[in-house]
T-cell receptor
Framework: GDSVTQTEGPVTVSESESLIINCTYS????????LFWYVRYPGEGLQLLLK???AGQKGSSRGFEATYNKETTSFHLQKASVQESDSAVYYC?????????????WGLGTSLVVNP | EAGVTQSPRYAVLQEGQAVSFWCDPI?????LYWYQQPRDQGPQLLVY????????NSQLPSDRFSAVRPKGTNSTLKIQSAKQGDTATYLC????????????FGKGTRLTVV
């Protein structure tokens, strides 16, 4: 079936350290998967961080990057130097390219704690 | 632009009680979603509307849950007789139309059933 697996949290890093949150997916019923990273900051609603709809492409936002790797079925989230304000819960999600947003398949979320 | 607004933010019920959640989507967004997110899990779609029509409610526990969007704007999700297993955060989201568009989420309603 279709599924998303991501790094189990909490992940704790110190400010200015690098970060990688792993995400792998299985898309058995989706011909052309779209991949998303959403983030929920404390007290806020879920918001889109970045998305990539074409295999081999990289998305970036707020210093975060993720590359859609079809060969390894991965979409890892990386940042070279985290800030305390990046503390949040990050969700990897898989969608269908026909654009039906209801078909988003979500990971369990990874809580990131950045210490000053 | 105002975001998706949900109320209440928190609710605590005893088993068997009823509760309603309200959602005001972003103006002009024709698609509205309700998700259930248990603790430490990702959001799970319950139902979604396009305008006032229900497009998919296959994951909505129909015996106790109901959702309406009568004028294609605001929406209400109701739990008729809550169970402890309903404890979760209920998220409302909206998007402009079908397609690869961004989905905007409200802050959610955290429900605890004791």
């Amino acid at each position: 079936g279709d599924s998303v697996t991501q790094t189990e949290g909490p992940v704790t890093v110190s400010e200015s350290e690098s970060l990688i949150i792993n995400c792998t997916y299985s898309a058995t019923s989706i011909a052309y998967p779209n991949l998303f990273w959403y983030v929920r900051y404390p007290g806020e609603g879920l918001q889109l961080l970045l998305k990539v709809i074409t295999a081999g492409q990289k998305g970036s936002s707020r210093g975060f990057e993720a590359t859609y790797n079809k060969e390894t079925t991965s979409f890892h989230l990386q940042k070279a130097s985290v800030q305390e304000s990046d503390s949040a819960v990050y969700y990897c999600a898989l969608g269908d390219n026909v654009g039906d947003n209801s078909k988003l398949i979500w990971g369990l979320g990874t809580s990131l704690v950045v210490n000053p | 632009e105002a975001g998706v607004t949900q109320s209440p933010r928190y609710a605590v019920l005893q088993e068997g009680q009823a509760v309603s959640f309200w959602c005001d989507p972003i103006s002009g967004h024709d698609t509205l979603y309700w998700y259930q997110q248990p603790r430490d899990q990702g959001p799970q779609l319950l139902v979604y509307f396009r305008d006032e029509a229900v497009i998919d409610n296959s994951q909505l526990p129909s015996d106790r849950f109901s959702a309406v969007r009568p004028k294609g704007t605001n929406s209400t999700l109701k739990i008729q007789s809550a169970k402890q297993g309903d404890t979760a955060t209920y998220l409302c989201a909206s998007s402009r139309d079908r397609g690869n568009t961004e989905v905007f989420f409200g802050k959610g309603t955290r429900l605890t059933v004791v």
